[in-house]
């Protein structure tokens, strides 16, 4: 089956502007994480979603991050005025329970290049 | 919190030899220990996990193993062979967070060459 997208798979926005990066999880996942991958480190988890509700956001950076997810299914990033220090890949992981031991799959990832 | 350091953070092999990488984690409450692997342009992939009731584990070439007293873990591929050539990272979580909160080492890139 298909497994989880992402899109756009690049963005390159200029410093202050807003973006959304989308993500699609397996059909049936109830959990999703989102992550960001700067270059050279590893990833550093920034928000979690059991359906719709998201029960740990701590990794958010600061308030101009924020994430939802609608109906159990595609969750959307947002980066509002956009910093050079957000460009990053964002990755997106879903498991089919969201339990401790569910195998994590991951998306491709959207990289976000801020001028 | 957590904090899991990951070594070497490249590896150059030549193809038939064996690569071990490894990682210490800080929290002793941790008891879940993925490694992901990650080629270019792709999201990361699991390849082999090992919980903290076992010492080792192994999957054809590949082989984990844990030393819960010296807070260490191991990744072992023998015989590489080039497609085995990317960024291999780990991660550490602990289950009483409720959910799997997977905090990864900076990643090791393997090159094996032919």
């Known amino acids: 089956g298909a497994g989880v997208s992402q899109s756009p798979s690049n963005k390159v926005t200029e410093k202050g502007k807003d973006v959304e990066l989308r993500c699609d999880p397996i059909?049936?996942?109830?959990?999703l994480y989102w992550y960001r991958q700067s270059l050279g480190q590893g990833l550093e988890f920034l928000i979690y979603?059991?359906?719709?509700?998201?029960?740990?956001k701590s990794g958010l950076p600061s308030d101009r991050f924020s994430a939802e997810r609608t109906g159990g299914s595609v969750s959307t990033l947002t980066i509002q005025r956009t910093q050079q220090e957000d460009s990053a890949v964002y990755l997106c992981?879903?498991?089919?329970?969201?339990?401790?031991?569910?195998?994590?799959?991951f998306g491709p990832g959207t990289r976000l290049t801020v001028l | 919190g957590e904090n899991v350091e990951q070594h070497p953070s490249t590896l150059s092999v030549q193809e038939g030899d064996s690569a071990v990488i490894k990682c210490t984690y800080s929290?002793?409450?941790?008891?879940?220990f993925p490694w992901y692997k990650q080629e270019l342009g792709k999201g990361p992939q699991l390849i082999i996990d090992?919980?903290?009731?076992?010492g080792e584990k192994k999957d054809q070439r590949i082989a984990v193993t844990l030393n819960k007293t010296a807070k260490h873990f191991s990744l072992h591929i023998t015989e590489t062979q080039p497609e085995d050539s990317a960024v291999y990272f780990c991660?550490?979580?602990?289950?009483?967070?409720?959910?799997?909160?997977?905090?990864f080492g900076t990643g090791t890139r393997l090159l094996v060459s032919p």
């Open positions: 059909s049936g996942h109830t959990a």
């Open positions: 090992i919980r903290s009731n076992v």
């Open positions: 929290d002793s409450a941790s008891n879940y």
């Open positions: 992981a879903s498991t089919p329970l969201g339990g401790w031991g569910d195998t994590q799959y």
């Open positions: 979603f059991q359906g719709n509700s998201a029960p740990d």
């Open positions: 991660a550490a979580s602990r289950s009483n967070t409720g959910f799997q909160k997977l905090v």
